[in-house]
């Protein structure tokens, strides 16, 4: 966390040191200390019972694996809920709760050494939580557990060495606590006390009986967070985002009252986190994390009930329920808008992959068109000036003594013209080129040198230059060479059939024409020839084309409807969308007040600012204040359909009522909903054509009535509408037998017909393939896999090879053999890929993030998008089978090279593995995760 001064005191931003890959799913982590090290070590378990202590190296900056193991047993049922890890208050012993009726003990010496794992027996079978309570002469657990009726209880226990034995008479020290109770915090300084939160009071109890409790509204308390146990002050977030305060008063060394105060809302916590200062950590599973600080008043007036100020916040995409993938620009590079957030937190989040601007400092100028900026001589290192072009005249600003920017008077350049160009000639000579002619200026006194005028009827419509020459296009396609010779300008003989950029870009001389198509065509220049011609789509509009340098390096910018940076990576040419549409301009502006920045012109605004070092994924939130559900895009109408969920609080349970909204594409405002019936849930959204008429784009939701006693629903409707001037028309209603759990269009003789699943039967039936028979209109089950799986997203590749997901976190791929007879296998799904993602997917679509290069190999490999519940996209690609080998290959390699931090083998992460197949591998896949680290490796390796 870093801190800077400005007007408003200490000015806190989060930012990260170093990340690292772990190749495991984190069940847990704990610190403890050891003795003489001035860092704690950190213990980390992963779902698949492996451990590592890591300790981290401020002279290398990175983390040191102390110690690995596997905690697993050979026999033992899992347990059904979250694995348990809590270390003691004096780090020196770790107690694991993986598999039901055992706790694991590790202990741990004094110089950070763990001893041999062993397991103590348990009867409480169905372990909430646990955590160490402060004792001075023994361990002591806390423990949430449900018995029987479901009921919850905490008790305590006291640790011996090979068994807990409760506290209390004859173990009668368990208290019945809320069903909603999942949270012990132990209270450091008191005889084994602890705060209990339910959902109506937090509760205080300790060894010696006492028993405080305060009251709560309504509520489910999802986090809780220390800011100081010697002052007894906590911190309760619940599952709507409030945080409270509770504060433990003491009289006589002993917890006489517990206050509760609310102090605002935030992101709905999954873990808070007091770091210093009253500046707070929220880590959120459902929202945006944050960095928050807490105030003593409201930090704003109008909100007198809010103390709480947000200092800065991480995006968190997760969960994405849904998504969709379009190319709205009509470039080949898609932008996702996914469905993500819980509850009030809700939103849609526009993902796209770019180059972004980073602002420094921005000022209105209306009808701003153009910047170049000037420097004193053609050698000097710093710019001074930055000239704007403007519809109908020019302004120049330059940095005046306290390297502020302050509009000057040039008398050598036009003021009342357009300008076409300003640049740096040799020595202290500056140009503008303007519609009517060239005018040559001192850099230093600001006097004209020379004029050279366009004949009255062919003004001035492109011109570019060099250090001496100068060349414009005269009319619509007569090109004049004008040299610099001793101050004035020289008209030459020749002349040119087109004007082309020439840069250099890592090493390499390039040529780039720009069309007036939206096309740029560009050539590497070897020797006086022009090879690998390439030619790529920018736009629409025609194509400008400007170098600028930053941080030592050229580019090359093209403004267009579609702004894009080009630059050198690794010898071959990338192309960047920038992720600022309304950028006409941009110019280098490397000053001592702006040391390596660039000017930009963009939306009537001039912006000092530079741009990110490396194309990166930008995210733009939509908020909803309701949770997004599904999303379909309807190119036709320019608009997106979202499900979502409105909550209303009665209680503790919210209650929730589904809509349909539609979005306008562009502006994301909320066009027109739809509400639905009372206990109606919307499940399914689909846009498509029906029948013949392929004129005629509808909006289809899939619906349940729901009824709390039922364990499946079995009604439901099928609801079709059409937009009509931005509003939602509904022109069918089709009641049907259970859920509509899924939507997808099918298209049989130039008809197309709408499948719906409903009430799907049994979930662990993995893939089937289906024909449809149109004599009949039904479907026919071809060939499946028998496997059992919990499927949860499905994917067709081509006709005969299809990607799942499926609830362990593993990819599958599927294919039917077409050769095999019937009776010998072809009713049989092939299985031809596993892997384990260690990502729960929600939802595949076709597409990609980034544009697609004419230079590069793989532009015509097919891309398979996928969203997660953690808020991961994830890319598939269907690779050649000869580009497959080599990477194949090359991963093998790889995991020699690169070893996974805590001693974590890459080969078991990535093998397939569920309760079913606990032991199986990789296969069909390469972790393009893995191969990406090659980039990184010292040259060395």
Known sequence: MSEGSCSGGAEYVWEGVFDVPIYGRVSNMGLFSVQGEATQRLFLLTEKYQFAVLKFDPEQGELVTCASGDVSDRVGRPVQGSQLCEISPRGDVIALHLYDGHIKLIPIDAAGVLGEAYNILVSELVVIDMKFLDSPDSHVLGIIYEAYGRKRHFGRYALRADSLVPLGEEGGDAQVVSELTSFIIPVAGTPA??????????AYADGEGAIVSAVLPSTIITAYGVIDHASGRYLLGDHRGALFLVLLEKQEGRVARLHVERLGRTSQASTISYLDSGIVYIGSRGGDCQLIRLHAEPPNAAEPDNFIEVLDSTPNLGPIVDFTVMDLDRQGQGQVVTCSGTGWDG???IVRSGVGVIEQATVELPELRDVWSLRGSFDAEH??????GFSAGTRVLGLNADEELEEVEVPGLSSQEQTLLCANLLGSVVCQV????????????????????????????????????IAVVVGTSSVVLLALDDGKLTELDARLDLIVLMANLAGRRYVFCGLGDGHLINYRLEGTELVDRKRLALGTKPIRLRTFRIRGETHVFCPSDRPTIIHANNQKLSYSNLNENEVTSM????????PDSLAIAKGDALTIGTIDRIQKLHVRTV??????????HQEATKTFAVITTQSTMTGVRDQGTDSLRLLNEQTFETLDRFAMEPKEMACSLLSTTLGVDASRVFYVVGTAMIKPDDRESDKGRLLVFEVEREKLRLVYSHPTKGAVYSLVPLTAAAETHLVAGVNSRDLMKSMHTMSFIPEVKALKTEARDFRPMWITAIKMLDENTYLGAENSCNLLSLRRNLEAHRDFGSSRLESVGLFHTGEFINRFRSGSLVMKLPDSELSQVPMTLFGTVSGVIGLVASLPQQQFQFLEQFEAAMRKVVRGVGGFSHSAWRAFSNQYMPTGVSTGFVDGDLIEQFLDLR???
Request: charged share 15%.
């Open 623 to 632: 908020p909803l204040q309701e949770q997004p559900r599904r999303i379909a």
């Open 434 to 469: 303007t519609p009517r002619g060239v005018n040559l200026a001192d850099a230093a006194s600001g006097q004209r040198l020379d004029t050279w005028h366009a004949p009255d009827d062919q003004p001035i419509t492109l011109a570019s230059a060099n250090a001496t020459q």
């Open 587 to 594: 110019t280098s502006f490397h000053s001592s007040a702006f």
């Open 347 to 349: 939103s849609l989040r």
């Open 383 to 388: 710019d001074l000036f930055l000239v704007l």
């Open 193 to 202: 006390g602890a705060l209990i939160p339910d959902s109506r009071c937090v």
């Open 939 to 941: 040259c060395a390796i």
